[in-house]
């Protein structure tokens, strides 16, 4: 029985590898170009929900008001001197200027935003100084109630 394809049919005496007459399917290789693509996606995902999340970190660690509750009108109408010596927070709505004194400050009358009855702050001049107050604007800040229940304003920073 003779091979199909023996040494004396293709060679003169020449040794000849047993592979050099079979066909060869080279097997394509992948591109890594896709690779590179989706990890360079990945990355850039990442970044950018990185850079997201530190911007809202940075915003909620720079509150200075962020460990304060909020300021609790119906209990400081019902009993404002159970509240002496308490600091809160208020997101603050001008509702009307009830005065100016040099030195001492301004009494402001605010609604806040979780009640719309109005308080009386007082605002004193250290921190008053440059803000202008305009009925309708909106006011973050961080208030004691003193003595007699009056409240104060320690600092104050606009909307």
């Not at 603050?92 to 402001?108: F, H, Q």
Request: charged share 20%.
């Amino acid at each position: 029985m003779q091979q199909p394809h023996s040494i004396d049919e293709h060679t003169s005496g020449k040794v000849v590898s047993p592979f050099a007459y079979s066909e060869v399917s080279e097997v394509p290789r992948k591109s890594s170009g896709g690779a590179i693509v989706l990890w360079s996606a990945v990355i850039l995902i990442l970044l950018g929900a990185g850079a997201v999340g530190g911007v809202f970190l940075s915003r909620y660690l720079s509150d200075p008001y962020r460990t304060l509750e909020a300021f609790p009108v119906s209990k400081y109408l019902d009993t404002p001197r159970a509240l002496a010596g308490s600091k809160f927070k208020g997101e603050l709505r001008v509702e009307a200027d009830l005065g100016w004194k040099e030195g001492v400050g301004r009494l402001m009358l605010f609604s806040m935003s979780e009640d719309s009855r109005p308080v009386a702050v007082m605002v004193p001049a250290g921190v008053a100084n440059g803000i202008y107050f305009t009925k309708g604007q909106s006011y973050m800040a961080e208030l004691e109630v003193k003595e007699g229940g009056l409240i104060y304003a320690n600092s104050c920073r606009k909307n």
